[in-house]
């Protein structure tokens, strides 16, 4: 298995670049000070439960047909949880 090293200032400039790397097989190990992290793709069938995974499924089936608040901003976001 390959893998490459980057900081954390290579990972922020091209987080798509490294996810893709992940994903396809790559450990992504990244640097903070002395810390070390490895990026790796998370097999959501085996951690999730089957009503965890039936949950996530609405909401995308959800947001899909708009039926979604979109909050761009962490104002909104916290106005709009302080009004549910």
């Given at each position: 298995m390959a893998a490459i090293e980057i900081t954390t200032s290579e990972f922020r400039k091209n987080q798509k670049k490294f996810f893709?790397?992940?994903a396809k097989g790559t450990s992504v190990i990244i640097y903070r000070g002395k810390e070390l992290f490895k990026i790796s793709p998370v097999d959501?069938?085996?951690?999730?439960?089957?009503?965890?995974m039936a949950q996530i499924e609405e909401s995308r089936e959800q947001a899909a047909r708009g039926e979604a608040t979109v909050c761009k901003t962490y104002e909104e976001s916290v106005k709009?949880?302080?009004s549910i």
């Open positions: 893709d790397l992940a959501t069938q085996r951690i999730l439960d089957d009503e965890t709009h949880l302080n």
